[in-house]
Structures are given as C-alpha cells and as structure tokens.
C-alpha cells in the first residue's frame, strides 16, 4: 500500500477517551504485515508501551467506533479480539519494534 495519499492517512485517525489513534489492522495495513504479527511483536516489548503509547479498546468504545468505520470503510472483516490503537507516540515506537524499511518508511510518512 502506498502512502502518497494524506487523506488516506487522515481517514485512519481516530479520537478515543481524547486522543488522536490510530487502530492495529490499520496500522498493520500500512505496514504490510498481518495484524497478529504486529501484535505479537507489542506484546514481546510492552514495556516499550505504556498506556500513553497503547491501550485496548472496551466493548463500548468499538462499538462506537464500528459505526465510524462503517461509515469510511466499508466490508471491514468481523474480529475475535478487541483492537489495540496506538497514539502518536506508539505509531513512532512501532518503527523501532518491527524494525523493517517499511515500518521506517511508514514513520516517515506518519510523522513527516
């Protein structure tokens, strides 16, 4: 996926308990791996991740994201787990966690 689009950037932000987020599929979307392995990844370093950084999001709070979502994104795959989403501070810590050119490359982009 490439990342010239701002917009395409923009449409995965989201506000939640007021932070800007983005969320883990999303985030895995652009780094090109599959979410689970992102996830994986966090949870081996989640002392790199404090709750600034990462939190997971309650029934409520994907409920109501779901109906944004929907909205922007439709034919969005069902999820056995509630997502993780990352502020801007974890989306920079990811980078150095999955440590690949794209993660760097998706920082740049995120960041820049």
Do not use: W
């Amino acid at each position: 996926m490439e990342i010239s689009n701002p917009t395409q950037i923009e449409n995965m932000i989201y506000v939640v308990r007021a932070q800007k987020v983005m969320l883990d599929s999303d985030l895995a979307e652009l780094y090109e791996i599959p979410t689970s392995r992102m996830n994986e990844q966090v949870k081996r370093n989640l002392d790199r991740f404090p709750p600034d950084f990462m939190f997971q999001l309650t029934d409520e709070e994907y409920a109501d994201l779901l109906n944004l979502i929907e909205f922007k994104h439709e034919g969005r795959g069902g999820r056995r787990k509630l997502p993780f989403v990352f502020t801007e501070c974890g989306v920079a810590m990811l980078s150095s966690v999955l440590s690949s050119p794209r993660a760097i490359s998706v920082n740049i982009s995120l960041t820049g």
